[in-house]
């Protein structure tokens, strides 16, 4: 009789003990996987950001046949950032008058 309730007894044991392993585990899987999604997404938002220090140079570019200021601020306007403000800050940093650029003319984008 002892004999025969030691068995159940260990029975039962080994089934919870395989039961709680079975519930680490996928709690361990989820928490990895949510892990490495927050890892992902917070490096996709914060890549361009100016807040993690990255200060943006100015580039030179050639105008070419056909550019246009605005076509050109829209293509290097940081991002987020209003066309119309960047494209203000374009005309300050070459003290340019109006719009208007001419192929061969060098043009800062700031």
């Known amino acids: 009789?002892?004999?025969v309730m030691m068995i159940k007894a260990l029975a039962t044991f080994n089934?919870?003990?395989k039961k709680k392993g079975k519930q680490l585990r996928?709690?361990?899987r989820?928490?990895?996987?949510?892990?490495?999604?927050l890892t992902?997404?917070?490096g996709i938002f914060l890549?361009?950001?100016p807040a993690n220090g990255e200060i943006s140079q100015p580039v030179k570019v050639i105008v070419d046949s056909g550019d246009?200021?605005?076509?050109?601020?829209k293509i290097h306007a940081p991002r987020g950032m209003d066309v119309r403000h960047y494209l203000a800050e374009v005309l300050e940093e070459n003290k340019l008058a109006s719009v208007l650029i001419y192929p061969g003319q060098e043009i800062i984008l700031p």
């Open 15 to 17: 089934y919870c003990r």
């Open 40 to 42: 992902v997404t917070g």
């Open 26 to 28: 996928k709690i361990l």
């Open 1 to 3: 009789m002892f004999g």
């Open 47 to 49: 890549a361009d950001s």
């Open 68 to 73: 246009t200021l605005w076509g050109l601020a």
């Open 30 to 37: 989820v928490s990895a996987l949510f892990v490495i999604w």
